[in-house]
């Protein structure tokens, strides 16, 4: 993988020094790109917590290199994500992304387009999304603190300069961190564990960390309908359930892709001052259920959010203190699901057919003769004989197919699908 990031460097600077040969001078931006990072309010333990990364330029650019690193162990990278930025969808010349197995640190490059003309790049703009930083928060965070998401150089390997290629220039940006603080108003979050496609029931909790007692709430979330389906939004087994809640209204599926929930604690008399106690934690007051799309075959992160005006009439994210309606902080969540995996048994260089390349690939693998050869992104595709392990006994099989009229890998082949007998080994794909 650094041979492949100092390789696309040396393109991009190829690039720029051919367009100064040949006359290729296209106008340099008047001033500096800015690279920015929101904030958010967070609790000790939060997972998931969502840091936008965004770009405004006024030339185009064909390429950005990024450090960033948080200014405490408290605070841990998870994932950089491309969902709904202007980078999702492009046809990518190349894209690294690399964590530090601690998540103190990621450093990316992508580069949309290295040979003059500059054929692909990104137009200018302001305030243009190209990913969202996923960060989770150590129990040890102290929830009086404040915590930077920085932009640092020097991360990764080799390591990353803060930088954007723009019209054929090299061009150090202006950065802004990422300010992470303890929460310090009446707070709203999501807390779930990692989906599968075709999951019937996977459970997402809405928690609450509420500064004095509430009377009531409202929610409203948004999701995306084509990889999620909402079955149930409720109150069982929560703070809201134990206190007694006398009225509880959901709305799912009016229209796809919201859920709103509607709870008043104490209107039925006799008034007995039913409340959620403000107890300095942050505990789940709701629950939503949803149905993972069997379709998703590959790893994504899908967003679910806190989206205010939602249905009809429109329903905020509130609480209702004193009698009174209070906005929270919202903090929305991008959850992971792993996706099924299709693929082609034998194929181990994931060309979609099987050829000589496949051998020598899966013997360079597991006599480990190349170790600089790209890391194996399918390990079930290299079980050619599917007997659940990768052994040399799998590149013999394929060699005995391809040249000695042996039999064929078994299912799926010789078209991809996913694994009709799935085991422990694993694939990316």
């Known amino acids: 993988m650094s041979r492949l990031k100092l390789r696309m460097r040396s393109i991009l600077g190829v690039g ?114 190209l990913a969202t930083v996923i960060c989770d928060i150590d129990e040890d965070f102290l929830a009086a603190s404040t915590v930077l998401l920085e932009f640092v150089d020097g991360v990764g390997t080799p390591p990353a300069t803060n930088t954007v290629h723009s019209s054929s220039v090299a061009l150090t940006p202006q950065t802004t961190a990422g300010t992470i603080t303890g929460f310090s108003s009446n707070h709203f979050s999501f807390d779930t564990l990692p989906a599968f496609a075709g999951e019937l029931d996977h459970l997402v909790d809405v928690v609450v960390n509420n500064s004095v007692n509430v009377q009531g709430f409202s929610l409203a979330i948004t999701y995306d309908p084509a990889i999620l389906n909402c079955t149930s939004f409720g109150i069982e087994d929560t703070i809201t359930d134990v206190t007694g809640a006398e009225f509880v209204e959901e709305i799912i599926n009016v229209v796809p892709g919201q859920a709103i929930l509607g709870v008043l604690l104490d209107v039925i008399p006799p008034y007995n001052s039913q409340m959620i106690p403000a107890s300095g934690l942050a505990l789940p007051f709701a629950k939503l259920r949803f149905e993972v799309s069997e379709t998703v075959t590959s790893n994504v992160a899908t967003p679910i959010r806190f989206t205010d005006n939602i249905g009809t009439p429109p329903i905020e994210n509130l609480l209702v203190i004193a009698g009174s309606s209070v906005l929270p902080v919202t903090v929305d969540t991008f959850l992971p699901i792993r996706g099924i995996a ?88």
């Open 16 to 129: 720029i020094l051919l367009g100064a040969i040949c006359g290729f001078s296209p106008p340099v931006p008047a001033q500096a790109p800015l690279l920015e990072l929101s904030s958010s309010e967070v609790y000790p333990g939060q997972t998931g917590v969502p840091f936008e990364l965004r770009l405004s330029h006024v030339g185009s650019v064909e390429g950005i290199e990024i450090g960033l690193a948080p200014s405490s162990s408290t605070v841990l990278i998870a994932e950089v994500i491309l969902n709904g930025g202007v980078l999702e969808g492009l046809d990518l010349e190349f894209s690294s992304i690399q964590i530090d197995p601690d998540g103190q640190a990621a450093s990316i490059l992508w580069t949309l387009d290295s040979s003059v003309p500059f054929t692909t790049f990104l137009s200018p703009g302001d305030d243009q999304l």
């Open 342 to 429: 299709i693929f082609l048994r034998g194929d181990a260089d994931g060309s979609l057919d099987l050829d000589l390349a496949d051998v020598i690939q899966s013997v360079f693998y597991v006599t480990n003769q190349c170790p600089e050869c790209p890391p194996i992104t399918c390990m079930v595709a290299l079980d050619a004989n599917d007997d659940g392990g990768v052994d040399i006994a799998d590149g013999v099989w394929v060699a005995n197919y391809l040249f000695t009229q042996g039999p064929p890998p078994p299912p799926p082949f010789p078209d991809p699908g996913p694994d009709p007998t799935p085991d422990t080994l694993t694939c990316d794909n």
